[in-house]
């Protein structure tokens, strides 16, 4: 007979950190701030990453909240196109000016011409594919997490 304890029935189990045999921990579940929750694509984007099994949190870009608040346990700041960029580059600075959330990565899906993107890290073209938007958010987040390897 099994007992309750070996399958947990909750997704806060499933998500207490695992530890690797060096000693490092791991999360089970990627977490993901989305910075523009307020608007429809920031929703859509909710839903769809929480069907690739990332767990996911809503911010608003007006959001008065402090960043260190807002962003616990995330591992990356996802922000959604907006119209609104004042809002977000406020919101950023304030993110990247607080020592427990500066290290938290972000990608910034862009709606602009693929042409007209600067070559910079974590912009994402908007609208892409899901596999594409998979494959940035585990690299920003999984890379970063590698240790450097001697040249």
């Not at 929750?37 to 909240?65: F, H, K, P």
């Not at 700041?77 to 919101?91: D, G, H, I, K, Q």
């Not at 862009?110 to 958010?137: F, H, M, N, Y």
Request: include cysteine; aromatic fraction near 4%; glycine fraction near 6%.
């Amino acid at each position: 007979m099994y007992t309750s304890s070996a399958f947990p029935h909750n997704q806060a189990e499933l998500k207490k950190p695992i530890a690797r045999s060096r000693g490092d921990r791991i999360s089970l579940i990627t977490t993901v701030a989305i910075l523009g929750g307020n608007s429809v694509v920031g929703s859509a984007l909710e839903v769809l990453l929480q069907g690739l099994d990332y767990d996911t949190r809503l911010i608003e870009e007006s959001s008065m909240g402090r960043p260190e608040e807002l962003l616990a346990g995330t591992q990356l700041l996802l922000a959604a196109p907006s119209v609104n960029t004042e809002s977000r580059e406020r919101f950023l600075a304030r993110m990247k000016s607080t020592p427990s959330t500066a290290a938290i990565p972000v990608l910034t899906l862009s709606t602009a011409q693929r042409a007209d993107l600067p070559d910079q890290t974590g912009l994402v073209p908007w609208p892409c594919r899901l596999e594409d938007l998979k494959r940035e958010i585990d690299a920003a987040v999984y890379d970063r997490e590698e240790p450097a390897k001697p040249a």
